[in-house]
């Protein structure tokens, strides 16, 4: 019987080095770094998106309602679903917005002053939404669109 001769050759495990993990970790990081920023700015513009969307659906609905009662409705600070037929903004329980009826138009936006009946919606961010909640967005009885900023200053257009 021939005897089995040992080589001086290790045999390799199959396994991975600890440089090729935290090559693979610090990648896996960077890439985190950069995803997570750029999906918290998508979430936040959904947001306002749904905000916006919301306060025209809001402006057709008045529109409606002064067609079939030749007037606004009257000013209202917290705008609950149904105060208008058809308007209910979602989110419920917890919005994220809060909606607004300031009739007559106090000329928020300061693009144009309306003769005769008119009116001003706002959107203002609730704690849940996680927008900073001195942020305010208008759109009036002129389809005039601006936004409040936190330090105050107003952009026209959104």
């Given at each position: 019987?021939?005897?089995k001769?040992?080589?001086?050759?290790?045999?390799?495990?199959?396994?991975?080095?600890?440089?090729?993990?935290m090559?693979v970790?610090?990648?896996?990081?960077?890439?985190?770094?950069?995803?997570?920023?750029i999906y918290s700015?998508?979430?936040?513009?959904?947001?306002?998106?749904?905000a916006?969307?919301?306060l025209?659906?809001?402006?057709?609905?008045?529109e409606?309602?002064?067609?079939?009662?030749n007037?606004y409705p009257?000013?209202?600070?917290?705008?609950?679903?149904?105060?208008i037929?058809?308007?209910?903004?979602?989110?419920?329980?917890?919005?994220l917005?809060?909606?607004?009826?300031?009739?007559?138009?106090?000329?928020?936006?300061?693009?144009?002053?309306?003769?005769?009946?008119?009116y001003?919606?706002?959107?203002?961010p609730?704690?849940?939404s996680g927008?900073?909640?001195?942020?305010?967005?208008?759109?009036?009885?002129?389809?005039?669109?601006?936004?409040?900023l936190?330090?105050?200053t107003?952009?026209i257009?959104?």
């Amino acid at each position: 019987m021939a005897a089995k001769r040992r080589t001086g050759k290790r045999t390799t495990g199959r396994g991975f080095t600890l440089v090729e993990v935290m090559v693979v970790i610090a990648i896996l990081a960077i890439i985190a770094a950069i995803a997570i920023p750029i999906y918290s700015h998508y979430i936040k513009d959904a947001k306002i998106g749904r905000a916006e969307s919301n306060l025209v659906l809001l402006s057709t609905l008045m529109e409606r309602y002064y067609q079939n009662n030749n007037a606004y409705p009257a000013s209202n600070p917290s705008l609950i679903p149904n105060a208008i037929p058809g308007w209910n903004p979602g989110n419920n329980p917890n919005p994220l917005f809060t909606y607004a009826i300031q009739n007559p138009d106090q000329g928020a936006c300061n693009v144009a002053t309306p003769a005769g009946p008119s009116y001003e919606l706002t959107a203002k961010p609730t704690p849940a939404s996680g927008l900073p909640t001195s942020e305010t967005f208008f759109l009036d009885s002129l389809n005039d669109r601006c936004e409040q900023l936190p330090n105050g200053t107003l952009v026209i257009g959104w």
